[in-house]
């Protein structure tokens, strides 16, 4: 169960690191980062957006990616197999003192 805030790396003062040691690991680390963020919502950009999201479930480093967004507060992209909508809804229910379970990680994905 996932139910806290992100843990994420920092550096000495205290930021968020600015390449975390985990993207050397991603599956997304020699593809085009623009696979990831698809351009409007037609028909060609949800494609797209499946894709990346595909490519994200089989990543091992899959939630260390997803919490390193949430604390980044990345606003736009697929990252830890979420686009911007589903982390926002992410972020809503942790400043409403909720928690997801892996399963709705997975259903969202």
């Not at 806290?4 to 390449?19: I, Q, R």
């Not at 942790?94 to 990680?105: I, T």
Request: charged share 25%.
């Amino acid at each position: 169960m996932w139910s806290g805030a992100p843990e994420v790396e920092h550096d000495e003062s205290g930021l968020a690191a600015a390449a975390p040691r985990w993207q050397a690991q991603a599956a997304c680390r020699n593809l085009p980062t623009e696979l990831f963020f698809p351009i409007g919502h037609g028909p060609r950009a949800e494609a797209q957006t499946s894709l990346a999201k595909e490519i994200c479930n089989a990543c091992a480093v899959r939630e260390e990616c997803l919490a390193y967004a949430l604390a980044a507060n990345a606003r736009y992209g697929v990252f830890g197999g979420l686009a911007e909508d589903e982390r926002r809804e992410v972020r809503r229910r942790l400043a409403n003192g909720y928690g997801l379970e892996d399963s709705e990680l997975e259903e969202s994905a």
